[in-house]
């Protein structure tokens, strides 16, 4: 089946660091999303890319469509403690990464 | 309400056991997806109804695991004879379609 690679496994930063994760895939895929998850709850949309090469903000969020439709990467500027948790891409509505678990020291 | 709910938050049951746990989505969307998720995974596609139909069950382990939406909104996942490879947490997430989805908190198995 089709497998996302999300990467890092997991970061350990200072509050006010600036941090990107990206997500590849062998295949094509016609949309990208970034999830981030809590303990206990669901996963919560962050951002939705559409368009190969389309670049979104949301926020401190910032998160790209790559080009060739295989990859995209989110990055999170000047990050605070609230940003701690399980950050997940997804190819498409069926298919997750493994997740990038995002420690923020204060 | 205001969002995916599900029920129950935890369940605990023996192995062997058959477990129903239930999704109430968004009202109003169509589309209602089944995932499960082990700890330090993403989460694992299982089933997606459009509308009362199963578009695609693909993800669906082995034939213990079944799922209905019999009127388009409620939806119950089904397992028989669990196992304790079964535990984990359990994700319903709905959409209106195309849009992205919108997930519950899940319902945390523990077969014992």
């Known amino acids: 089946g089709q497998q996302l690679n999300q990467s890092p496994q997991s970061m350990f930063i200072q509050e006010g660091e600036d941090v990107s994760m990206n997500c590849t895939s062998s295949?094509?895929?016609?949309?990208w999303l970034w999830y981030k998850q809590d303990p206990g709850e669901g996963p919560v949309l962050l951002i939705a890319l559409y368009k190969a090469g389309e670049l979104t903000s949301n926020g401190r969020l910032t998160a790209q469509f790559g080009i060739t439709r295989k990859d995209s990467f989110l990055n999170i500027s000047a990050s605070i403690p609230s940003d701690v948790g399980i950050y997940f891409c997804?190819?498409?509505?069926?298919?997750f990464g493994a997740g990038t678990r995002l420690t923020v020291k204060p | 309400g205001a969002g995916v709910s599900q029920t129950p938050s935890n369940k605990v049951t023996e192995k062997g056991k058959y477990v129903e746990l239930r999704c109430d989505p968004i009202?109003?969307?169509?589309?209602l997806y089944w995932y499960r998720q082990s700890l330090g995974q993403g989460p694992e596609f299982l089933i997606y109804?459009?509308?009362?139909?199963?578009?695609?069950d693909s993800g669906l382990p082995n034939d213990r695991f079944f799922a209905v939406r019999p009127e388009g909104s409620v939806s119950t996942l089904k397992i028989q004879r669990t196992e304790r490879g079964d535990s984990a947490v359990y994700l319903c997430a709905s959409s209106t379609g195309n849009s992205p989805l919108h997930f519950g908190n899940g319902t945390r198995l523990t077969v014992t």
């Open positions: 295949s094509i895929f016609n949309t």
């Open positions: 997804a190819g498409q509505p069926m298919r």
């Open positions: 109804f459009q509308g009362t139909g199963a578009a695609d």
């Open positions: 009202s109003g969307h169509t589309a």
